[in-house]
């Protein structure tokens, strides 16, 4: 037995350390830890919570937007605020926007190397790296002089002798399958989706001022629309943001689908591993309507599956929620074996490893910043991969129409959706549904202004006066990682106590009470490999197959300990 | 694009012949140069200098570590403006450390970094994105089994000059506003010993930091900084004084709630809480991705990203600025942040109201100026080291 360190974890988002135990080749046991704490929500006591979004906001720039329009719906939802539905619909678009990015950046430049050899890619063909890309796309840049020269870059950059970030990759790892054109059509395509990202994102800029962390607001958006003044939403800036719309879905449709369904035919063992916790949870987004409370509108759905039983798609009742801290670095006054509802939460920080510098953390019960969340005891998968399968499961039709695609094209049936494959394939999924449907949420759009309905704000009970003494709300996103929760609870004007329950939370968890490890812990020990401890490739193929946000993921909960005695319960 | 950018460059290599060897013709090269000089503030007549160095210089090794913080900041350099002076701009240094980008993971990127720093010592540029935690022995943030104050302690030692990029390694942050949980602080809380730069903002624009960069490799040294390590080619004027919308603010057209007609004009934002008058950045001028728009450009307050503590002495964002001082210009960063903050915090309002506000308010019916303070509840502790810093 080989115990194996990987710290850090580069890739992601964050602080993580994984340490595993390998046996003949095989992952026996393994832990995840979150190596960083900030403290948000203790920061925001007592401020002004129209502030909220920003500071929430500030958990991460890589999913930046999420927790703003997370903690706009809750304290929307606590002041009895509705939004005008084309400030509903702008947010759509910026959110919409925002996820299609960060998988489109997660698949070539956090993922692709895991499965590309960049080395590989200079004994390529140029020319048949064109036959290979024009079979798949038409997107023209699949050339062969455009081949050649993104080949000419890498030898010349590899013959330097300085790599830069790709020093100590793991070049020829026998993990490595694709072919060498294969390796160069996705290289090029990493350099592409660079300049496109940058791009795209762009909607963000227009309707939030900047990005990364645009600008939002309780009650609605910001940016006025006026088709009659330079400085403000007009023709020429709802031309642009087509345009970007346009470009988006066309690099979803005609690179990273395609590139992602021709890696993945080289990779097919990997739908058999690394499927881990059985249990997949949504809460459901994007409201048609521009109305995030009218869950009927919802274009990803929400439900709960247990056990991978895809024949029943069970309600999700946010009571059901617990969080333990069996493993976690803090303490709870009902000691360590209890859950508690986040209305309920405590946090004692209580730092219980060895000293700085570590060797190993598994031998010490406790090992991690990140706490337990559990639905009705159970650890749950949220991300791309559960929306995708609450969909599946419930019939949704564009759903089943994408997914299906990526099955027959690798001719693997739905079980094979359970994996790291199948993660990454469903993030791919969603990816094009996302892009497709920005188009009709935008043409949603520019119908209201055209029928006069410009308001983008709801300015009824902006004034702290216009409030009640005290009020609670929530507000639920599906965030490109996963579901996402903001609670927060409002007295004279001022937060009282602000608790987030996150996406990274969930997959990164530790085990519980029980003894069960949190998604990623049990997908690193279902049927997995680890070829060669020195170089853990296997171990990054997974954890990244998740795309771990380990800022986000790492909260606090109110730590005033005021008694919340009536819960409002719902959604 | 900072380290995947597959472009040899040899080490004999200057950049002149790597960029000829690219095909990046002179023209472009000077063309890029000339703007260059424009937004580091030394005017287009320093071009040629600007162009001799550059082609001189050699490709220095880069570390970068990521401390307690968002990624954000990694972000925003993500999308540096231009593709090609962005391409060209990163490629002037080896990224041998960088964790959101590296290829491998654990040991093999520990030890990538040990090679360049021990190769590199005393020559390389230190990149920091996030802040210190101190309370607890700092075990609120570890790399490698490690406390961020071990890393980061070991990386400036043989470090040629350190950058601090975004307001978490300038001064904390979100983490260190009150009650700062964690003990964060600014990574020149630490380092003591030698300057650091301090590329302000909650992001900073991606732009601002390449051109530090560039500035670094082209003159040999830091650009001029302001009281907070700020460079004053980025830094050295009010967003208020910049400000497209300043005519609106000095005819007294303001927006009076969000969405109105006169936000529907793009009128000054300064009765919403724009934090414009207090606040020091560039964005008005270069702007964001790519120059496409702003934060007061899209119809939202400035909430003040680039002044250290902004997270407790602007906020509420949407409670109006006590007073506006009439200032020019020409007053430093130094002299009313200082003065702002510490007025604003304790509730003083003494200061000469600007002439818009009182024409408007005499217009309104209002009998004056009603000082609000903007932060109730002082952050004693950040105040104090403030004062210290901006007396001494």
Known sequence: MARVV??????????????????????SQAWASSTQFRGIEIIMEGRDPRDAWAFTQRICGVCTAVHAIASCRAVEDALGI?????????????????????????????????????????????????????????????????????????????????????????????????????????????????????????????????????????????????????????????????????????????????????????????????????????????????????????????????????????????????????????EYEGGDEVGLHPWEGETRPRYTGPEPPWTYLQDHEKYTWMKAPRYQGRPMEVGPLARM????????????????????????????????????????????????????????????????????????????????????????????????????????????????????TWNCSPRDASGAGGPYESALTDNHPLVDPARPLEILRTIHSFDPCMACGVHVLDATGAEVTSVRVGG | MMGPTPFAWSESETLGQHLDRRGVTRREFISWCTDLCV?????????????????????????????????????????????????????????????????????????????????????????????????????????????????????????????????????????????????????????RDRPVVNIAGCPPIGDVITATVVHYLTFGAMPALDGQGRPLFAYGARIHDQCPRRANFDAGQYVQKFDDEGARKAWCLYEVGCKGPACFSPCPIFQWNSHTDWPIGAGHPCIGCTERNFWDTMTPFYERLPNVVGFGVERSADVIGAALALGAAAGVGAHAIATGIQRSRARDGDPGAVVLPVVSTPPEKNLESDREESDG
């Open chain 1, 6 to 27: 990987v710290d850090p974890i580069t890739r992601i988002e964050g602080h993580l350390r994984i340490e595993v135990q390998e046996e003949a080749g095989r992952i």
């Open chain 1, 82 to 330: 509705r939004v005008p539905p084309a400030g509903g619909l702008i947010r759509n678009l910026v959110h919409a926007m925002q996820t299609v990015q960060d998988h489109v950046i997660h698949f070539y430049h956090l993922h692709a190397l895991d499965w590309v050899d960049v080395v590989s890619a200079l004994s390529a063909d140029p020319e048949a790296t064109a036959s290979l890309a024009r079979s798949l796309s038409p997107w023209p840049n699949n050339s062969a002089t455009h081949f050649a020269e993104v080949q000419g870059r890498v030898r010349r950059f590899v013959e330097s002798g300085q790599l830069g970030i790709f020093t100590n990759g793991y070049w020829g790892h026998p993990a490595y399958k694709l072919p060498p054109e294969a390796n160069l059509m996705a290289v090029a395509h990493y350099l592409e989706a660079l300049d496109w990202q940058r791009d795209v994102i762009r909607v963000h800029t227009i309707f939030g001022g900047k990005n990364p962390h645009p600008n939002f607001l309780v009650g609605g958006m910001a940016s006025a629309i006026n088709l009659d003044d330079t400085g403000t939403i007009n023709a020429e800036s709802l031309t642009k943001v087509q345009g970007m719309i346009t470009r988006a879905r066309r690099f979803v449709e005609e690179v990273y689908w395609p590139d992602l369904l021709a890696i993945a035919s080289f990779y097919k063992e990997w739908a058999s591993i690394g499927g881990g916790v059985e249990n997949y949870m949504s809460v459901g987004d994007y409201p048609d309507s521009g109305q995030w409370r009218d869950a009927d509108s919802m274009y990803f759905s929400r439900g709960v599956i247990f056990d991978r039983n895809l024949a029943e798609v069970l309600p999700y009742e946010q009571e059901e929620v617990r969080e333990y801290i069996t493993s976690s670095w803090y």
């Open chain 1, 389 to 504: 399968l609450v969909g599946y499961a419930s019939g949704h039709t564009d759903i089943r129409e994408v997914v299906d695609e990526a099955l027959g094209r690798l001719q693997v049936g739905p079980e094979a959706l359970f994996s790291t494959l199948g993660r990454t394939a469903a993030r791919g999924a969603e990816t094009v549904l996302l892009a497709r449907r920005m188009e009709q949420w935008f043409a949603s759009l520019v119908a209201r202004i055209r029928s006069g309905d410009t308001t983008t704000f709801n300015g009824d009970r902006w004034e702290p006066s216009s409030w009640p003494d005290t009020a609670q709300g929530y507000g639920f996103l599906e965030a490109a990682r996963g579901s996402l929760g903001h609670w927060v609870e409002i007295r004279d004007g001022r937060i009282s106590r602000y608790q987030c329950v996150v996406p990274s």
């Open chain 2, 39 to 191: 937004v580091l503030g030394v005017g287009s007549a320093f071009t040629p200098e600007m162009v001799r160095a550059l082609q001189q210089v050699r490709r220095p090794s880069v570390v970068w570590l990521q401390l307690q913080e968002c990624t954000g900041c990694v972000e925003s350099v993500l999308r540096t403006s231009d593709p090609t002076i962005g391409d060209l701009l990163l490629d002037l240094v080896s990224m041998d450390y960088q964790h959101t980008l590296m290829a491998g993971a654990g040991d093999a990127v520990e030890a990538a970094k040990a090679t360049a720093m021990e190769e590199n010592f005393g020559q390389y540029l230190l990149i920091v994105t996030g802040s210190v935690p101190l309370e607890d022995d700092g075990i609120y943030l570890t790399i490698g089994g490690r406390t961020g104050l071990d890393v980061l302690g070991e990386a400036a030692e043989g470090a040629a000059a350190i950058i601090a990029v975004g307001a978490c390694a300038h001064w904390g942050s979100v983490q260190a506003a009150r009650p700062n949980p964690t003990g964060a602080v600014g990574i020149d809380r630490i380092i």
